[in-house]
């Protein structure tokens, strides 16, 4: 680092005298007070031609020509030992795309300049950057904002300035804070305001909100034009507008938003960085009076010390230099100016004293004045330099990221009074932040809790639900089926006298029900699928064609999903389960009759068990009736004896008493016989008391393919499609309307319509008939 060296004037003397050392310290980068540039030392410098285009015409562009100046002052004061010395060539672009170009084109070819700050606005812009590219002169603007002019495509395009994109997230974060699903954008109808467009809507859709109208406003636009299209807004459902556009349009638009009565309870305004940052130029009545509440996104200037001296030396000069007018603010463009100026000048010094000439391309004899101009040979490098060229500017660090300005945070501020006052931050790590706090965690927040008060239009403090009832929106037209049966899903109740038709159902509550918890108005109408005498026009495969033909938006009403229908609409996601089902009578209801009790055994096994009754008895007799009195006396006796005996061993109630050891062995084996058939039969019968064991008479479809029996199914349903595709000839279906006609269908037994096929959320019939839920193996469903 170069000891700088300083020439003596009267302040200088007294401050040194004060402080040696406070010089020297202070004598690396940065602003400075002005010293007086030595004269000796121009002998020695290089003079580096430099070109500005501005439009003087604007406070923007005078401002920035003068930051600009007090840019080189000021750096080339602090270091007075520098080599170089850049000499500005200015010339005023009087806000002409064409006068800008000329006056680039001049700077190049006649000034040979190493480079260009400016132009003022991105149109400008365009043409230039071609001329710079070609003759290898940067061009550092200070103000171009629109993403569109970038350094990947332009390598010799810089922009000491962040692109208007780099505000998109920000807005984005505010709109999903506040949960609001549609936005209106509004913008000037130029390059500027159509630059922002792409990645704005890219940035709400990502958070799940719709860009619902754009609303573009010539730049030119007479007041009854802006009224106009306010008028058509007004008439739209959404409340959330998003205006990018310059201060001097803007105020106009909002002096008219506020005379049709937009400013009012309900509406939502957020403005980007195009208006916000350049708030002091909108004349402050208008603010006072008409952008009440209003929401903007504003770069973020750090506060620091560089800034306040700026601000301090840049009144004093203005005062200077304009003694009568009161000096207006400077805004962010100043300080952009300032830190370019001041970037390109290190960057030419960095470069050291090379030869800053240009190479002047061989004139053809017929060329036009556009052909003729030569290349820079320091280009290049001045590029690479400025790239590398980083420093602590008014505006933070500056440094060049693919050639333009970076910057991840941006404050978040509401229109009250005067002036815009700051509820919060946003930043590209944190989202959404009450204040900016280097600990904070990494999440990415947007709750809507880490603002501060915000006052709404119409001096509201309840937040906006962004959207009203439209006065003249579009409103759905929905097709609902008119059906003879299952009404539970749909009824129409036609009202001849009126004309009007009222729906009701299941279908149609859950349809309300989703409408409502939309978070934007819906509007609708139902709208039966009838002919004018109310009869059903057409069933639903008809209603599809209908919504595929767009005579109606949407279908409501009780349908299948189907592979060919879905090639056609869209579905939702199905509410009901709806299933195949087959329903088919009862094999037998005789079971509970009087001979009931002989059921749980059969014929042979009653007959066993006699027999083996009257066989236990002989054996006992032969065995006891020798030795045992009990079995004694006369033969009736005897025989009644034993058979009594060989019964009551059944229930357990024996009482003659047996001595024979074999009689015994005999009456246990007997005894347990007799136990596991009593207890298998009272298990039977309670069973078949207790559990009504039905069975179907038909189990299965193929069964019923080759029964021949006649199969009832429901009108219209598209499970009659698939029986004839299984091969069921038509006289064999009967299509049926209602769950009587159903009934009394399956009821007529004898009639032959002795099956029922239908879908299960029909199935409510009484209880008498089985349901067999059945897949079908059809691709089809
Ligand atoms: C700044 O402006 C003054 C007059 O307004 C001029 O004399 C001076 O040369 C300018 N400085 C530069 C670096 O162009
Ligand atoms: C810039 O110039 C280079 C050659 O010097 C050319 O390849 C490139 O296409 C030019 N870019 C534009 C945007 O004109
Ligand atoms: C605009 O700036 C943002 C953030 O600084 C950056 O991510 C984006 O790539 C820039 N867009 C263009 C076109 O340069
Ligand atoms: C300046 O240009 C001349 C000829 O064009 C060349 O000989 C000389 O080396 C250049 N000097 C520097 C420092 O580039
Ligand atoms: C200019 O023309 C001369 C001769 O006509 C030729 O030798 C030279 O290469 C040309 N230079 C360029 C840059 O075309
Ligand atoms: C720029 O910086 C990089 C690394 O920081 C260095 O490699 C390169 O030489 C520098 N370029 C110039 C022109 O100084
Ligand atoms: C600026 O850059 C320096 C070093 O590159 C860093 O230490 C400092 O924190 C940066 N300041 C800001 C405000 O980003
Ligand atoms: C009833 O509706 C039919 C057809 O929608 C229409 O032609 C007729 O004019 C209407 N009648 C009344 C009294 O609104
Ligand atoms: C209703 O009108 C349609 C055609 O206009 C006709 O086909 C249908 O038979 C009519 N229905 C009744 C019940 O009159
Ligand atoms: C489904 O396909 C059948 C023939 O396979 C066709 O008749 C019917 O129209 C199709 N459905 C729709 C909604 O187009
Ligand atoms: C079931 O029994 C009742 C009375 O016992 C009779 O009316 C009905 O027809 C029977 N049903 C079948 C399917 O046998």
């Known amino acids: 680092m170069m000891t700088p060296r300083i020439s003596f004037d009267a302040d200088m003397l ?4 004060l402080s040696f050392s406070a010089i020297v310290v202070s004598s690396s980068d940065g602003p400075h007070l002005a010293v007086a540039q030595s004269s000796d030392n121009s002998a020695t410098t290089i003079p580096v031609n430099v070109g500005v285009i501005v439009d003087l015409k604007t406070w923007v562009g005078q401002m920035g020509l003068t930051c600009v100046n ?3 002052s000021d750096f080339y004061s602090s270091n007075p030992s520098h080599k170089t010395r850049l000499v500005l060539n200015v010339r005023d672009s009087e806000g002409d795309e064409v006068a800008a170009a000329a006056a680039a084109l001049d700077l190049i070819k006649n000034k040979q300049v190493q480079a260009i700050i400016g132009p003022q606005s991105s149109g400008q812009a365009d043409f230039i950057l071609h001329l710079g590219n070609k003759s290898h002169v940067p061009i550092i603007s200070f103000s171009a904002t629109n993403p569109f ?5 332009n390598p010799y395009f810089i922009r000491a300035a962040q692109n208007d994109s780099s505000q998109v997230k920000a807005i984005s974060a505010v709109v999903q804070a506040f949960g609001w699903r549609e936005a209106v954008l509004i913008y000037v109808d130029n390059e500027f305001g159509e630059g922002i467009i792409p990645s704005l809507t890219d940035a709400l859709e990502e958070v799940d909100t719709r860009v619902s109208h754009r609303s573009l406003i010539p730049p030119s636009a ?12 007004m008439t739209m459902q959404t409340r959330v507008f998003i205006v990018h556009m310059l201060p001097t349009l803007g105020q106009r638009l909002f002096a008219k938003a506020k005379e ?3 400013m009012e309870r309900g509406y939502v305004w957020i403005l980007t960085n195009g208006i916000t ?3 002091s130029s909108v004349d402050s009545s208008v603010v006072a009076s008409s952008m009440q509440g209003i929401l903007g996104i504003k770069t973020y200037v750090p506060h620091t010390r560089n800034l306040d001296n700026f601000m301090v030396q840049w009144k004093k000069k203005f005062q200077q230099d304009n003694p009568s007018v009161p000096s207006p603010p400077l805004n962010i463009f100043g300080y952009y100016a300032y830190d370019a100026a001041r970037a390109l000048a290190m960057a030419v010094e960095e470069m050291g004293t090379g030869n800053f000439t240009f190479q002047i391309l061989n004139a053809s004899t017929d060329v036009t004045d556009l052909d003729t101009f030569g290349v820079s040979q320091t280009g290049e490098k001045l590029l690479q330099e400025l790239a590398n060229t980083t420093f602590m500017g008014l505006t933070g660090n500056f440094s060049l990221v693919d050639g333009q300005l970076e910057s991840s945070v941006f404050q978040i501020v509401n229109i009250n009074g005067n002036a815009a006052r700051g509820i919060g931050f946003w930043t590209l790590k944190n989202g959404l932040l009450r204040d900016l706090n280097p600990f904070h965690t990494n999440k990415y927040s947007t709750s809507k809790s880490n603002f501060g008060t915000i006052i709404w239009p119409g001096d509201s403090t309840s937040i906006p639900k962004g959207w009203e009832l439209p006065t003249n929106g579009k409103s759905l037209k929905i097709l609902v089926p008119v059906k003879d049966g299952f009404k539970q899903y749909v009824t129409v109740t036609r009202d001849p006298t009126t004309n009007t038709s009222q729906v009701t159902g299941y ?15 819906v509007t609708y109408e139902l709208i039966p699928f009838a002919f004018p005498n109310g009869s059903s026009a057409g069933g639903y495969n008809d209603m599809i064609d209908q919504v595929y033909y767009q005579n109606y938006d949407a279908v409501v009403s009780d349908m299948t999903i189907r592979a060919n229908r879905s090639l056609y609409v869209e579905f939702t996601l199905p509410y009901t389960e709806s299933m195949g089902a087959m329903l088919v009578p009862y094999k037998n209801n005789k079971s509970k009759n009087a001979w009931v009790f002989l059921k749980p055994l059969t014929w042979d096994l009653w007959l066993t068990t006699g027999c083996f009754f009257v066989f236990i008895a002989l054996v006992v007799w032969i065995l006891e009736h020798q030795i045992n009195e009990d079995f004694g006396g006369p033969a009736a006796h005897q025989v009644g004896t034993s058979l009594w005996f060989s019964f009551s061993t059944m229930v357990f ?4 008493r047996s001595f024979s050891n074999l009689t015994r062995f005999v009456v246990i084996v007997w005894v347990f016989v007799v136990l596991i058939l009593t207890q298998s039969y009272t298990a039977s019968l309670s069973s078949l008391l207790v559990v009504q064991n039905y069975q179907p008479t038909i189990t299965d479809m193929y069964q019923l393919l080759n029964s021949g029996e006649r199969v009832g199914c429901q009108y219209d349903s598209f499970l009659c499609e698939t029986l004839k595709q299984m091969k069921f000839g038509d006289d064999r279906l009967v299509s049926y309307q209602s769950v009587e006609e159903c009934d009394a269908l399956l009821s007529k037994g004898s009639s032959r319509v002795g099956l029922q096929l239908q879908l299960t959320k029909s199935a409510t019939l009484n209880s008498s008939f089985s349901i067999l839920q059945q897949i079908y193996h059809d691709p089809d469903i």
């Open 70 to 72: 007090m840019s080189l």
């Open 222 to 233: 007479t007041d009854d034009q802006i009224g106009l299209e306010l008028y058509k807004l």
């Open 277 to 279: 940052d350049l708030l």
């Open 507 to 521: 279908c149609i509550d859950i349809f309300r029900a989703v409408i409502e918890k939309m978070p934007y108005a």
């Open 149 to 153: 002019l970038s350094s990947i495509r």
């Open 260 to 262: 049709v009565g937009m």
């Open 653 to 656: 109630a024996q009482r003659e």
């Open 14 to 17: 007294l401050f040194l005298a």
